[in-house]
Nanobody, 126 residues
Framework: QVQLQESGGGLVQAGGSLRLSCAASGRTFSGDAMAWFRQAPGKEREEVAAISSTGRITYYADSVKGRFTISRDSAKNTVYLQMNSLKPEDTSVYFC???????????????????WGQGTQVTVSS
């Protein structure tokens, strides 16, 4: 069974940091493009960051650029999202997603991703 499992969410004060992990199982994801999305209450799910299968290419939403870093460890079948200088507006459920085609051409589009995790809650207090 193919599965993505996020972890590392929690409650943090503004200015703090968290590191999210997304562990993939069921098959190797080394050829997949991977991404993080987030969804706040009452809002659409939005893109946060994406990374190529090799890890050499990354993309970020303007709202997180310079504060968040996406990375991956293919040997561990795991993707990470390091979040620094967190703001209350970063409060959301964070989801990881996998695109088996490996393409990042439309990295912002949710339908490009075939596999999704259940999400992990991140709450940033002011």
């Amino acid at each position: 069974q193919v599965q993505l499992q996020e972890s590392g969410g929690g409650l943090v004060q503004a200015g703090g940091s968290l590191r999210l992990s997304c562990a993939a199982s069921g098959r190797t994801f080394s050829g997949d493009a991977m991404a993080w999305f987030r969804q706040a209450p009452g809002k659409e799910r939005e893109e946060v960051a994406a990374i190529s299968s090799t890890g050499r290419i990354t993309y970020y939403a303007d709202s997180v650029k310079g504060r968040f870093t996406i990375s991956r460890d293919s040997a561990k079948n795991t993707v990470y999202l390091q979040m620094n200088s967190l703001k209350p507006e970063d409060t959301s459920v964070y989801f990881c997603a996998a695109n088996p085609t490996g393409s990042l051409y439309n990295w912002r589009i949710r339908s490009e991703y075939h596999y999704w995790g259940q999400g992990t809650q991140v709450t940033v207090s002011s």
